[in-house]
RNA sequence: GGAGAGUUGGCUGAGUGGUCGAAAGCGCCUCCCUGCUAAGGAGGUAACUGGGUAACUGGUUCGAGGGUUCGAAUCCCUCACUCUCCGCCA
């Protein structure tokens, strides 16, 4: 969420900052509908003084026995009138809101222009791409049966059986545990979110087409980043507790709306997929310093995955809703010929923090915090990756050093 | 599913119609005392927000939303959440 003193201050820069990201301000609608709040504020507000003070008075007339009936001709007189002006009022202050809540993260300075994924700038590239497979990773093993999910559940699903089901299991182990030697916390979280916690992540109102939400108005998690950041929502932190650095491993459900035809082959794109989250929260200083260190903590383990990955940063028009400053990682897929995102690291700046009323107390008083967070990684995608960049036309794949330990062998049975 | 209790400031917790933004304690801040530390003493300390260049000044907030009333933390209704006991259950 903007904050509206800025913007009312500075409604033109955030009008040409936030064409950087081709969203459109309605900079007129916005000025009509404060300006008619103020002189309604003034109004009822000082309407209401007026009723304090005279509803005094009338309390001491009361008990002194003297005759109230034309205070009370007044009172009447004033409430009348301020229902009418709170009310509209009210409604004022709600289109505002709508307003404010319906606009983006202003993009940080560093956050190159452009328009789509087109413009986003290579970073770095890591690790030789030395795998000479074609075939598709459904086609690699029957372990992963979407015919068998279709049954169970629909399309955009996926049951992983025996090896497939441990591998998943063992990548999710070395995740979490590289995330704590990395001084990440581990929590074990809810699945289902209120709609609170919703808006404070960004998600809704403006995206309520992507969750997928139960008869008992909980919404299922599109990423442990809403149970995470809404830990601390409305909490006051010591500045010395700064950064946090939590992480957990959830399930993710997205609806996937609008994205019809789109990756329908294997576990690209699914309904539900396993994750784990990086998440921090930072003094505002030090916010994007920690998003390289959290960018970092995430290709650690492709690196350990032995995965060839390229890191991107998306430009102005391409970043999310909540975002400022956002890198991708996408990592080597062979039968696509091409890199596919399996992190997305961003900075959110104070726009979940002020959303969300997360604190810190410094010196120079409270403060919004800057929240920051990235996948470390998507599991079904690093599955995938695995299992195409070691695929050798065998029934066995060779498992990286790291693996080892997990699953008790160098191999594995796909 | 049944029965009951509760939700007040950074925290604990008092407050049942006007003098309550709210006792007391803890914490925090300033000062005093004191070789240092500890202890002791005095005072201060809610948040959000409007108007104003400012000095200053107004409003809102006691879980949320409605209602009663001239006036609500306090009375009534609805909802959410928390806790306890019983039942059921991984």
């Not at 026995?65 to 002006?85: R, S, V, Y």
């Not at 029957?142 to 049954?151: G, H, R």
């Not at 995102?341 to 726009?351: A, H, L, Q, R, V």
């Not at 079904?380 to 070691?390: D, K």
Request: glycine share 6%; with cysteine.
């Amino acid at each position: 969420m903007i904050d509206i003193k800025f913007l009312r201050d500075n409604i033109n820069q955030v009008e040409h900052l936030l064409a950087r990201r081709d969203y459109s301000l309605d900079k007129d609608q916005f000025k009509a509908l404060d300006a008619e709040r103020k002189s309604l504020q003034v109004e009822v507000e000082s309407l209401q003084s007026e009723r304090k003070t005279l509803s005094n008075d009338f309390g001491k007339l009361k008990s002194s026995g003297e005759n109230i009936d034309d205070l009370k001709k007044k009172l009447d007189f004033i409430n009348d009138n301020l229902k009418i002006k709170n009310e509209l009022l009210n409604q004022i202050l709600e289109s505002i809101n709508n307003i404010l809540l319906d606009i983006p993260n202003i993009p940080h300075e560093s956050t190159p222009d452009g328009k789509n994924e087109n413009d986003n700038v290579i970073i770095r590239t890591v690790g030789k791409i030395t795998s000479k497979n074609t075939v598709d990773h459904i086609d690699i093993t029957k372990k992963i049966d979407t015919d068998l999910a279709a049954k169970l559940s629909g399309s955009r699903f996926a049951v992983l059986k025996g090896s497939l089901a441990k591998l998943q299991r063992a990548l999710i182990s070395l995740m979490l545990d590289t995330a704590q030697k990395n001084g990440y916390e581990e929590y074990y979280l809810p699945y289902m979110a209120n709609r609170e916690s919703l808006i404070g992540t960004g998600n809704l109102p403006k995206f309520e087409e992507d969750l997928f939400k139960t008869s008992e108005s909980l919404y299922l998690i599109p990423t442990a980043e809403v149970p995470l950041t809404n830990i601390y929502r409305d909490v006051l932190i010591n500045e010395d507790e700064l950064p946090i650095k939590l992480t957990a491993h959830t399930p993710c459900f997205r609806s996937e709306a609008g994205s019809y035809g789109r990756d329908t082959k294997g576990l690209i794109r699914q309904h539900q997929f396993e994750k784990i989250e990086l998440f921090k929260i930072s003094n505002p200083n030090t916010s994007m310093e920690e998003l390289e260190g959290l960018l970092e903590n995430a290709e650690e383990i492709l690196q350990l995955l032995e995965l060839p990955y390229q890191v991107v940063q998306l430009c102005a028009g391409d970043i999310g809703f909540s975002s400022c400053k956002t890198y991708d990682i996408e990592v080597w897929m062979p039968s696509q010929n091409k890199y596919r995102e399996i992190s997305s690291c961003s900075n959110f700046g104070d726009f979940q923090a002020r959303r969300s009323n997360i604190k810190f107390k410094s010196d120079m008083g409270k403060n919004f915090v800057h929240t920051i967070n990235g996948s470390g990684l998507a599991v079904g995608r690093t599955l995938i990756a695995i299992l195409e960049n070691r695929f050798d036309g065998g029934d066995f794949i060779s498992l990286p050093k790291a693996l080892e330990p997990y699953l008790g062998s160098s191999r594995l049975e796909i």
